[in-house]
């Protein structure tokens, strides 16, 4: 997922023509940060995604195209699972 992500903000970056360590000053990071995060080595908050969005003037669903879809099979199982643990009247625990 991460390296999805990383090759589109790659890819958004050069559009904007900037360079890593251009964007790393906005950012408030090291150069070598963004560039770990391009090669999706780096997790980085929503925070820090928010801002590259906004400094590149890209959308944020163009920035986590490609990303695999979720295992949806696996989703349900864990869903049934705890709904059959969950005490009646406690909805909001």
């Not at 090669?39 to 944020?60: C, D």
Request: net charge positive.
């Amino acid at each position: 997922m991460l390296q999805a992500i990383g090759k589109n903000i790659r890819a958004a970056r050069l559009k904007a023509g900037l360079t890593q360590e251009c964007l790393a000053e906005l950012l408030g990071l090291h150069w070598q940060t963004v560039s770990n995060m391009e090669r999706g080595v780096h997790p980085f908050s929503i925070t820090t995604f928010a801002l590259i969005s906004q400094y590149l003037e890209a959308e944020p669903r163009d920035l986590l195209s490609g990303i695999p879809a979720p295992d949806n099979e696996r989703a349900d199982r864990i869903k049934r699972a705890l709904a059959r643990r969950r005490k009646p009247g406690k909805e909001g625990a």
